[in-house]
């Protein structure tokens, strides 16, 4: 397994990214051609240290992918929002080398049969990383396209055997102003609040990520493990989570705190709903010149759609 | 060195380091400098900037008239006129990279988004102050009206600093230490003001003290 035991990859042994690059578009060239499934399933022992790659990454792009070129690894790990190091976007990569990953635990609690505190090394052993190309549309109107490292948070929720009660899950940030000095000056309620319903919790696309361009997550990323909603507004995918809340209510989210009027609790990407304080309706995808329009639920909405079905969406935005 | 050249040699530096983030921000466009988000990088400086020089011109009255330095003065047109070159700056670049000219967004931006409104307002302000800047437009204007006509800039950089201020996040800081600079240079320029009236007030009641007259007019009966 790839993600397992960091140490133990030689930088040989990781894909380069240009290589990288190329098998992606390969690949997606490959699948649009109707080779599709086949080729993809054979082809990738060879693509990276035996990482499960599953063709549901590909058909989530929808027909948009020939448009979503991936976003450089350098912009990805340089250009961050992560509060608790810092405020700037270049701040995490410059501070978040204070963050030690290990040992890591993520404790649950709630209305589950399976509460208790697990370790970040049996997670990864139980569930297997595979990749996924999600695009990420910030708040601020900006995106990214990142090939995450990642399993469905539904099967951890799944094991963790959820009861009735259990309406929305409550995840929370680490806090520990000597890991993230961000964290001394009061700009957020610290720790960092997020939370999802539970049918959006256990969506196929809502993952759990440990890593990206098939490297364990940078730190600055939301090491060691991170939530991504691809079809939410950034904010939403919490990062270097410790832990979980299985509760019956809707959780307090800390940007819907800090602001209830500028950010709700769903933060589904909408293009006709705008933030108070700047347009929705188009956004810069990194690394290009001119803005785009940004698409329902960020491209997602065949997928996800059906979970938002008669809501009033710009009340519940 | 002569008086003069002297303070001919402090103006010349002063314009040349008036373009020292202009010129840094060419270099890092080259070298990468600008990070994964250029066009937001080249937006948030050339306002910085237009901020930081319109505080600086500010500036100049309250440390002339404290520190005596009455030359001083003869920075203030080129500090200003800093101000208004980083602001236009700041809009071309909204205008021209950030909304590649799409006007149905940009009219919506200005009359939607109260930041920018505010911001749009400020430049819109700054306008009239750089055209009337120069020594014709003085005597054209005359002093008195001159001056008055001046004074909005008082106005431009609260805009400005409110500008920023509603922009921003969560993070509020760098804009209060603007509102902060700001409210020192409008503040000490209300009290000195202020002392002025109560001077002359105190002027005119000695005055008007002067010879005794009766309340009311005697009358004959």
């Not at chain 2, 921003?168 to 409008?186: G, S």
Request: net charge positive.
């Amino acid at each position: 397994m790839l993600i397992r035991r960091p140490p133990d990859i030689k930088e040989s042994e990781v894909t380069d990214e240009g290589l990288y690059i190329s098998r992606r578009r390969f690949i997606r060239s490959a699948a649009t051609a109707g080779v599709g499934i086949g080729l993809v399933a054979t082809a990738s022992p060879l693509l990276s240290c035996g990482s499960d790659r599953t063709a549901i990454a590909d058909d989530s792009m929808g027909e948009a992918s020939q448009d979503d070129e991936l976003t450089p690894y350098e912009d990805v790990t340089t250009y961050n929002n992560f509060y608790e190091f810092g405020t700037g976007k270049g701040d995490p990569a410059k501070n978040a080398h204070t963050l030690r990953t290990r040992p890591w635990t993520v404790s649950v609690e709630g209305e589950c049969g399976k509460p208790g505190v697990y370790d970040i090394e049996d997670i990864l052993r139980r569930y297997p990383a595979e990749e996924r190309i999600y695009r990420l549309r910030c708040v601020e109107a900006w995106s990214m396209v990142i090939p995450w490292m990642g399993f469905a948070l539904g099967d951890f929720i799944k094991d963790l055997e959820p009861t009735s009660r259990a309406k929305y899950v409550e995840f929370k940030t680490l806090h520990d102003v000597e890991q993230m000095p961000g964290q001394r000056r009061g700009v957020l309620d610290w720790p960092y609040v997020e939370g999802l319903r539970m049918d959006e919790a256990v969506h196929p696309l809502t993952l759990f990520a440990v890593g990206l361009y098939g490297k364990v997550l940078p730190n600055q990323n939301g090491a060691p493990i991170r939530l991504v909603v691809p079809w939410k507004y950034g904010f939403k995918s919490i990062k270097s989570i410790v832990g979980m809340r299985f509760v019956s209510e809707m959780p307090m989210t800390t940007w819907a705190v800090t602001a209830p009027s500028e950010y709700g609790f769903y933060a589904n990407v909408n293009p006709d709903v705008d933030h108070p304080r700047w347009s929705q309706a188009r956004e810069r995808r990194l690394g290009e010149l001119r803005r785009r329009a940004t698409l329902p639920f960020n491209g997602y909405a065949e997928q996800v759609g059906s979970l938002y079905s008669g809501m009033d969406l710009r009340r519940y935005f | 060195m002569t008086k003069k050249s002297y303070q001919a040699g402090v103006r010349l530096s002063a314009f040349a380091l008036a373009l020292v983030p202009l010129a840094q921000t060419v270099v890092d466009a080259f070298t990468g400098g600008l990070g994964a988000n250029p066009i937001e990088e080249i937006t948030h400086r050339s306002g910085w900037w237009a901020l930081a020089f319109l505080m600086l011109t500010l500036a100049v009255t309250p440390i002339r008239q404290i520190t005596g330095i009455g030359w001083l003065i003869r920075l203030r047109r080129m500090l200003g006129l800093f101000a208004f070159f980083y602001a236009s700056l700041h809009f071309a670049i909204y205008l021209g990279l950030d909304q590649f000219f799409a006007f149905d967004y940009i009219l919506e931006d200005i009359a939607e988004r109260p930041y920018i409104t505010v911001g749009f307002a400020a430049l819109l302000i700054l306008i009239p102050l750089a055209v009337t800047s120069t020594k014709r437009m003085v005597k054209r204007l005359g002093g008195r009206r001159w001056s008055r006509l001046h004074k909005l800039v008082y106005l431009a950089a609260a805009l400005g600093v409110l500008h920023f201020l509603w922009l921003v996040k969560a993070d509020l800081r760098e804009p209060a230490v603007f509102a902060a600079i700001l409210t020192v240079l409008l503040g000490y320029r209300f009290i000195v003001d202020l002392r002025r009236r109560v001077r002359v007030r105190r002027k005119k009641s000695r005055s008007s003290a002067g010879p005794l007259e009766p309340a009311t007019p005697a009358s004959h009966r």
